[in-house]
């Protein structure tokens, strides 16, 4: 019996299992203010499997907006609101329901889609509004990554000691 189960765990570790992502990346919109100063903003949002079942249950989101030689991340803890219906359409906001806000560093939000703001993409700062008078185009890509045989072996080693020790 402890042959068998050396036999089985041994075996288990020797497989390498596959993970997909799927990542929508937004295309870097340039959005500008009246005064003719620019500011540009880009993002991805990341999925753990495929297919989507609910597209606000991702696993990564990050946005970068840079103004005037400032660069923000922007992450999860950044945004005030987010609804996302539909992103196979590849374009993000064209929805009734669609949209997103962040507020960041006091004083800027950002604001895109139905949703949020309407068809455009906003920047607010104390002194400026920055509007791309667009909404962001999205590419998507498939990322599969392996998990490879000593990683399983780590994972398993707690459930196989359990295991052991029962007996």
């Not at 500011?39 to 696993?59: C, E, H, T």
Request: charged share 20%; hydrophobic share 45%.
């Amino acid at each position: 019996m402890r042959f068998l189960a050396t036999l089985l765990f041994t075996l288990m570790a020797t497989f390498s299992s596959q993970a997909d992502f799927i990542e929508y990346s937004f295309n870097e919109l340039e959005l500008q203010s009246e005064s003719g100063d620019f500011a540009y903003v880009k993002g991805s949002v990341r999925y753990d499997s495929a297919p989507i079942i609910d597209f606000n249950n991702w696993s990564e989101l990050i946005f970068l907006v840079t103004i005037n030689d400032s660069q923000f991340d922007l992450g999860p803890e950044d945004l005030s609101q987010i609804n996302i219906v539909d992103l196979d359409d590849l374009v993000f906001g064209d929805e009734d329901d669609e949209g997103f806000s962040f507020a960041f560093s006091q004083d800027y939000s950002l604001h895109s889609g139905a949703a949020a703001i309407g068809e455009d993409t906003c920047l607010f700062t104390e002194q400026h509004q920055f509007c791309a008078n667009s909404l962001f185009g999205l590419q998507k890509s498939q990322i599969s990554a392996d998990i490879t045989a000593p990683w399983t072996a780590i994972l398993l080693s707690p459930l196989a000691l359990l295991v052991w020790r029962r007996r």
